[in-house]
């Protein structure tokens, strides 16, 4: 049984190019989490999916970021027109059911995309 | 909005206990984790406790956690260099889980 996939691994951009992270979750897993996190600091939430539903985006920037988890494939985190700031480690997690809801609420992490803007 | 704190970095000699610190502000908080992050890889649950015990044991791992004071900790006993990783707090509230900055062990030999 697979975990959850997420890739690619790396990814370098340049500034004003567009980044696309994609995520694969666990088999029978349809919560998809996306976050950020950035050097020493810890895991910032961005956006909460179900299969053709965003949740909860509460976390995600305004501008430039857009998530999806369409009925078939892998769920994506779309960055355009990228800018330095936006370098930073982002994972997925997933899970069977919605978190706080759970005996555990356990997220399975990927093992995140790195992605650095030149 | 809700919020975890923890201490950035911990150094311990091999063999010694590590206790590693994270409070909270959200006192509805139902379920409290630990999670482990090695180099280079993702965050896998180490261990959690619920919200009415007081303390939690497996194996080398003691969690601890005071309600009244909303702080939760978490004590390896007999430190090994396999223990070295990133160990992050989290909480859930409001079915989001709120997340500390993670506290870096280091072990000396």
């Known amino acids: 049984n697979a975990g959850v996939m997420q890739n690619p691994r790396h990814l370098v951009r340049r500034r004003g190019q567009e980044a696309r992270l994609r995520c694969s979750p666990m088999k029978g897993h349809s919560h998809v989490y996306w976050y950020r996190q950035l050097p020493e600091e810890g895991l910032k939430f961005m956006v909460y999916l179900q299969k053709e539903n965003i949740i909860d985006e509460s976390g995600m920037p305004k501008e430039r970021f857009s998530a999806e988890f369409p009925k078939e494939g892998p769920s994506i985190l779309r960055i355009q027109q990228v800018v330095r700031g936006d370098s930073a480690a982002y994972f997925c997690?997933?899970?069977?059911?919605?978190?706080?809801?759970?005996?555990?609420?356990?997220?399975?992490f990927g093992e995140g995309s790195r992605l650095t803007v030149l | 909005g809700e919020d975890v704190e923890q201490s950035l970095f911990l150094s311990v000699r091999e063999g010694d206990s590590s206790v590693i610190n994270c409070t909270y502000t959200?006192?509805?908080?139902?379920?409290l984790y630990w999670y482990k992050q090695e180099p280079g890889a993702g965050l896998q649950l180490l261990t959690y406790?619920?919200?009415n015990m007081d303390m939690k044991q497996d194996q080398r791992l003691t969690v601890l956690l005071n309600k009244k004071d909303k702080h939760l900790s978490l004590r390896i006993a007999d430190t090994q260099t396999g223990d070295s990783a990133i160990y992050f707090c989290a909480v859930d509230s409001n079915y989001q889980l709120i997340w500390g900055a993670g506290t870096k062990l280091i072990i000396k030999p």
């Open positions: 959200d006192s509805s908080s139902t379920y």
């Open positions: 997690a997933s899970s069977p059911l919605k978190t706080g809801t759970s005996r555990t609420g356990e997220l399975f």
């Open positions: 406790i619920f919200s």
